[in-house]
């Protein structure tokens, strides 16, 4: 089975610096003020005085049976034997139908109005190197590596979490 790649995001780490969203735009030189491909976003949840807030890093999940991929009517979005979900711009028409699709908001569209999205900085993933998103981040609350490596991550994570409650 060829190596499969993806995401880990530990909530508990994150600090709300909006490093990975600076981090990714540079990378792929997106004007500010316009498309994130990785965005932060708060969640609240409780009720005064227990309002608990979190920090959650989103971006497309290429996900293992991606919902975006059956709803493109013109088979513009494919996924890698590697896992990563990629555009084929040039078959994009702009349509909508995977962001109606994706559970993530992920699908993006610029001025072009042809969808776009997070490809794990393919690039620099062929060149053996980390997606900026992931090499950016201060308090290492978004990693990134094959599915055997992120699965170690939330193992730990959840280990340190049962030993803190113990």
Known sequence: M???????????????CKACEVACKQWKG???????????????SGVFPEVKRRFISISCE????????????????????????????????????????CPFGAPQFGEDGLMQKCDMCLDRV??????????????????WGTLDRVSVFATHNALNKFAKNQ
């Open 62 to 101: 290429h996900c293992a049976q991606a919902p975006c991929i059956t709803a493109c009517p013109t088979g513009a979005i494919i996924k890698r034997p590697d896992g990563i979900v990629i555009v084929e711009r040039d078959k994009c028409t702009g349509c909508r139908a995977c962001l109606e699709a």
């Open 30 to 44: 997106i004007k500010a003020g316009t498309i994130k491909l990785r965005r932060v976003e708060e969640v609240t």
């Open 126 to 143: 062929e060149n053996g190197q980390t997606p900026m998103c992931a090499a950016t981040c201060p308090t290492q609350a978004l990693r």
């Open 2 to 16: 060829k190596r499969q790649y993806g995401f880990y995001f530990d909530s508990d780490r994150c600090i709300k």
